[in-house]
C-alpha cells in the first residue's frame, strides 16, 4: 500500500509544482485539470499521512508489549495497538477506492432531460414527480436548479422537461438516474381505482465546457419563435425562445425559460454542446460497460431501473435488486441511500477490474 501511496506522492508534489506555473496558469483547460486532480491528490495525500501514522504507532505499540517491562506502558500500548488494528483495514479500503482511476466527467455540472413514455396523461405526472424529486434532492446537496425548456401536460407535470444542475461532483452522482423509471399507482384521472403502469425517462449529460465540444457556427441553424410558457403577456409576444438545429448531426436544443433572446440563445448552446459531447461519451462508455459487463450506468436509455410502487409503497432498482419500502421520502428527494448503493456497487465492479488488472 506505501509503495503505491508513493507514487501518487511524486504525482501530487509534482501537480503541486505545475499548478504555479505562470504558462499552466494562462492555459485555462490544463489549469482547471490540473486544479482538479490536485483535489483529488490531496485527499489521497491526507489519508497516506493517517496511514503512516497507524502503521507507526502499530509498530511502537508492538515493540513496547514485547518489552513489557512498565506495565502501564504496556496498558496505554495495548490501546494505542488495538485502535491501530481496527482503523488500518478501514483505512486501506478506503484507499483502495480512492485509487480507482477517477471518471473525469464525475465533476462536471449535469444537463437532465425527463420525458414522459408511456401511460399518457399519468405519464406525465409521474414526470413532473420526478422532476420534483430530483429538484428537491439537488436543494439538499445545495445545488442549483435552472429549467432549460419544457412542455406541459394536459392534466398536470410535463411531457418533457429540460433543466441544468450545477454544484460539486454533479455529474458523478447524476448519471446513476439514467434510463427508464416506471411508476405503479391508481391515477388520478382513473375512476375504477384500477393500478396503472407508466413511465418517463430520465436522460442525464455531463455538461460540455467550451473546449470540450467546437462548434462550428455555420453547421448551427438558429430559429426565433414565442415563448409559451408562464410570464405573462410578453413572454407571449417576443420571440425570445430559441432553437438551435445541428445540421450534421440533426441535433436540437432550444430554450425558453428566460425573458432575454441572448439569455436562451447562451443556453440552447450550452446544451446543444452537452448534448454532442454526450453523443461521444455514450459510444465509450457503452465500449466500457461492455469490456466490464457494467450494470450499473451502461447508459443504455432503453433500460428499465427502477419501479416506484404506491400500493406497497416500495422502491425498486432493478440493476443491483434494491427495494426500500420508503416511497414517500424517497419520492420527496430522499435518494441519496439508493445512489450510495449504486456508487458502491460501481466501485466495487471497478476495484475488481483493477485488481484483475493488476
Given at each position: 500500500m506505501l509503495e503505491k501511496l508513493q507514487i501518487v506522492k511524486q504525482r501530487f508534489d509534482e501537480v503541486s509544482d505545475l499548478i504555479i506555473q505562470p504558462d499552466i496558469i494562462t492555459d485555462q483547460k490544463r489549469y482547471v485539470s490540473l486544479n482538479k486532480e490536485y483535489k483529488d491528490l490531496r485527499l489521497l495525500m491526507d489519508k497516506r499521512e493517517l496511514y503512516i501514522e497507524l502503521t507507526e504507532n502499530l509498530q511502537e505499540a508492538e515493540e513496547i508489549i514485547a518489552d513489557g517491562s512498565d506495565a502501564e506502558m504496556v496498558e496505554m500500548a495495548k490501546m494505542q495497538y488495538d485502535e491501530a488494528k481496527e482503523g488500518i483495514p478501514k483505512l486501506e479500503e478506503d484507499i483502495r477506492v480512492l485509487l480507482i482511476p477517477k471518471d473525469p466527467e464525475d465533476a462536471k455540472n449535469a444537463v437532465v432531460e425527463l420525458r414522459a413514455g408511456t401511460g399518457g396523461d399519468e405519464a406525465s405526472i409521474f414526470a413532473g414527480d420526478l422532476f420534483r424529486m430530483y429538484s428537491k434532492y439537488c436543494e439538499s446537496k445545495g445545488w442549483k436548479v435552472d429549467t432549460v425548456d419544457y412542455s406541459e401536460g394536459t392534466n398536470g407535470g410535463f411531457k418533457e422537461i429540460q433543466f441544468e444542475v450545477s454544484g460539486e461532483d454533479v455529474y458523478g452522482t447524476l448519471k446513476f438516474e439514467a434510463g427508464v423509471h416506471r411508476v405503479q399507482r391508481v391515477p388520478q384521472t382513473e375512476t375504477q381505482g384500477r393500478v396503472h403502469t407508466s413511465a418517463a425517462t430520465c436522460m442525464v449529460f455531463p455538461e460540455a465546457e467550451e473546449f470540450d465540444v467546437e462548434i462550428d457556427p455555420k453547421d448551427v441553424r438558429i430559429d426565433f419563435f414565442c415563448s409559451s410558457g408562464p410570464g405573462g403577456q410578453s413572454v407571449n409576444t417576443t420571440y425570445s425562445a430559441v432553437r438551435l438545429t445541428h445540421e450534421p448531426t440533426g441535433l436540437v436544443a432550444q430554450c425558453q425559460d428566460q425573458k432575454s433572446q441572448h439569455k436562451n440563445k447562451e443556453k440552447a448552446f450550452k446544451v446543444l454542446r452537452s448534448r454532442?459531447?454526450?453523443?461521444?461519451?455514450?459510444?465509450?462508455?457503452?465500449?466500457?460497460?461492455?469490456?466490464?459487463?457494467?450494470?450499473?450506468?451502461?447508459?443504455?436509455?432503453?433500460?428499465?431501473?427502477?419501479?416506484?410502487?404506491?400500493?406497497?409503497?416500495?422502491?425498486?432498482?432493478?440493476?443491483?435488486?434494491?427495494?426500500?419500502?420508503?416511497?414517500?421520502?424517497?419520492?420527496?428527494?430522499?435518494?441519496?441511500?439508493?445512489?450510495?448503493?449504486?456508487?458502491?456497487?460501481?466501485?466495487?465492479?471497478?476495484?475488481?477490474?483493477?485488481?484483475e488488472h493488476l
Open positions: 454532442l459531447y454526450e453523443m461521444e461519451l455514450a459510444k465509450k462508455n457503452a465500449a466500457d460497460a461492455e469490456k466490464r459487463g457494467s450494470m450499473v450506468s451502461s447508459g443504455d436509455r432503453s433500460a428499465k431501473i427502477r419501479t416506484y410502487n404506491y400500493s406497497q409503497g416500495r422502491v425498486t432498482d432493478h440493476r443491483i435488486g434494491l427495494t426500500l419500502y420508503d416511497l414517500q421520502n424517497i419520492i420527496n428527494g430522499d435518494i441519496q441511500k439508493i445512489i450510495d448503493e449504486l456508487m458502491l456497487a460501481e466501485n466495487t465492479e471497478k476495484l475488481k477490474a483493477s485488481d
